[in-house]
């Protein structure tokens, strides 16, 4: 997976915006104006990604490409170096799981306009 292909598969999630809210090279990917993903466009490709705390140490225990997320909550995110070391539809799961959780913290209203797009 190279940054386009990153960025073609969370802008392709429904509700998705993309913006550089914190300088010039973090590019954030948000469902409903809630941060879901982010990667630092100039660097060596990674990917932060929100996870479920208990999942988030097992993937970490398991996977010696995924980390505590940089910069982030390391109890909520976990960052994904993405060096070919998992598969493409494995990191797309996790980006799905990222998306899912952000989707149910949603409120009514929010789902509701969300099912509209």
């Not at 913006?19 to 100039?42: H, N, R, S």
């Not at 097992?58 to 070919?84: A, F, Q």
């Not at 998992?86 to 409120?107: P, R």
Request: aromatic content about 8%; glycine content about 4%; hydrophobic content about 35%.
């Amino acid at each position: 997976m190279n940054i386009e292909e990153l960025r073609a598969y969370c802008i392709s999630k429904k509700g998705t915006t993309e913006g550089f809210p914190f300088d010039e090279t973090t590019l954030v990917f948000k469902v409903m104006g809630k941060m879901f993903a982010l990667t630092d466009i100039e660097s060596d490709l990674s990917v932060n990604l929100k996870c479920d705390p208990d999942e988030a140490i097992e993937l970490r225990e398991k996977y010696s490409c995924v980390s505590p997320g940089y910069h982030m909550s390391k109890i909520h995110w976990n960052t994904i170096r993405i060096d070919g070391s998992v598969s493409d539809k494995q990191i797309e799961e996790w980006i799905d799981d990222s998306y899912n959780l952000i989707v149910a913290k949603l409120t009514k209203k929010q789902k509701e306009e969300l099912q509209k797009l």
